[in-house]
């Protein structure tokens, strides 16, 4: 698996986790875990991705996926607040 598709991955994985970060109060405990938890999975899914195909460590796909996590976190909150203003003026 290329770096570019292991990134999609990972932008999937962390875009759910973002809405509940959004949703939840800064520095609180969901808050921490709506980070944390998708960085289980991810390591997860690195090692998946070791064993069944065989790549190695890049600083290049650790760049990648901490984009694509950021970027995830990032769209899913603002699309939660967006929905949630939404829904307060109607």
Do not use: C
């Not at 109060?25 to 289980?40: C, E, G, N, T, Y």
């Not at 065989?54 to 600083?59: D, K, P, V």
């Not at 909150?77 to 109607?90: A, R």
Request: no cysteine; hydrophobic share 55%.
């Amino acid at each position: 698996m290329d770096n570019l598709t292991f990134a999609f991955y990972v932008f999937l994985m962390a875009f759910p986790f973002g809405f509940w970060r959004a949703k939840s109060k800064f520095k609180s405990r969901d808050w921490m875990l709506a980070i944390h938890i998708p960085v289980i999975f991810i390591i997860l899914l690195r090692i998946y991705n070791k064993i069944h195909f065989h790549t190695g460590f890049s600083w290049q796909s650790v760049i990648y996926n901490l984009i694509a996590f950021m970027t995830a976190q990032y769209i899913a909150g603002l699309i939660y607040k967006k929905w949630k203003k939404k829904k307060e003026l109607n």
